[in-house]
């Protein structure tokens, strides 16, 4: 891995992934700042770094905020976003708002503090339901839910604004993360907190479908280790990139794995489809493996094994 730059801000740092990698970016040095409005991210999520980094409370819609977060900003790794696929069919305006315009309003604000490099945390839902198995760069994008146009949108963005401004620009398009700390509180939570809470508790998963649908699910430390090597890497000229393990896991698994690590025999039930979700989506990250170096550092079971771990600890 190159250098890492030494000052970095963390839109979305008191999020789910982006706290985690503000921890990994602290612990290795660099300056951090958080720039979050704590609409879904929670503070206590950054208390073991707090005297290592500067936290600037308010959103990327607001220009003044992204103003002071950027001072002196070398890399910017933009995590804040509105991410629930269910949300969005219920109010695509406001996912627009945050996360396509909150997104050009980033790299506009970026630019004019002349910050180097945007590293955007972008989705595997730009694939939509294209039935062709692994997803690849070079597929046509085809979003079927607002969530998938509005994160999508920012990676054009991305793009655009390396060709037109030459800001080194790169876009992760993250499959199915899990770890420690995901809420499983939220009715649009994930799958992996959502399943392992209701076991935990003797309580029936609900599942959607048939639960024989399948993602790539990408356990945390992967994606903050692609960010990293994204901080460090030669150039970046506007790339889309997977970020995943290469590795197809069906939520009934995911059911049957949490019943075998908890030693447990909770039924699931089912529900119908929702609205947005795709079948499928397994990832190639053959060009992750040639732009960054990356290579998955942990897989889906030992990172099942790690999540559960933490939720046995944290949840009544």
């Known amino acids: 891995m190159s250098r890492l ?57 607001d220009e003044s905020a992204l103003a002071d977060a950027l001072r002196g900003i070398e890399v910017v790794h933009h995590h804040a976003a509105m991410v629930s696929v269910p949300q969005s069919v219920e109010k695509p305006v406001e996912y ?20 180097r490099r945007v590293i955007y945390a ?4 730009a694939y939509g339901e294209d039935p062709q198995q692994p997803k ?39 499959f199915n993360v899990f770890g420690p700390e995901q809420d499983p509180k939220s009715q649009y939570g994930a799958a992996v907190p959502n399943i392992v809470a209701a076991v935990l508790r003797d309580r029936p998963p609900t599942i959607y479908d048939d639960g024989e649908q399948t993602r790539d699910f990408c356990y945390i430390q992967n994606v903050v280790h692609a960010n990293l090597l994204a901080a460090g890497a030669p150039c970046c000229r506007g790339e889309a990139v ?11 698994q995911i059911v049957r794995t949490a019943n075998e690590l908890l030693g447990k025999n909770v039924k ?29 550092q942990v897989q889906f079971a ?15």
């Open 96 to 115: 627009h708002q945050t996360n396509a315009t909150g997104t050009l309003r980033v790299l506009l604000a970026a630019k004019a503090a002349g910050a």
């Open 5 to 61: 730059p030494s000052t970095v801000l963390v839109t979305g740092g008191a999020g789910f992934i982006g706290s985690h990698l503000v921890r990994a970016l602290a612990a290795r040095g660099c300056r951090v700042t958080v720039l979050d409005d704590l609409s879904t991210g929670r503070a206590a999520r950054l208390d073991a770094v707090r005297d290592r980094i500067r936290f600037v409370h308010g959103s990327i819609l």
């Open 136 to 174: 690849r760069e070079s597929m046509r994008a085809t979003p079927v839910s607002p969530y998938a146009v509005s994160k999508y949108a920012g990676e054009l963005y991305m793009s655009v604004f390396a060709a037109v401004y030459g800001l080194e620009t790169i876009s992760l398009r993250y």
């Open 302 to 316: 030992e990172g099942m094994k790690r999540s559960i771990e933490w939720y046995k600890a944290h949840l009544a």
């Open 242 to 252: 997977n970020i995943a393990c290469g590795q197809r896991v069906s939520v009934n």
């Open 122 to 125: 972008a989705s595997s839902s």
């Open 268 to 296: 699931s039930v089912h529900a119908p489809p929702r609205p947005g979700d795709v079948r499928d989506s397994l990832a190639d990250i053959t060009l992750a493996r040639q732009v960054l170096s990356y290579e998955p």
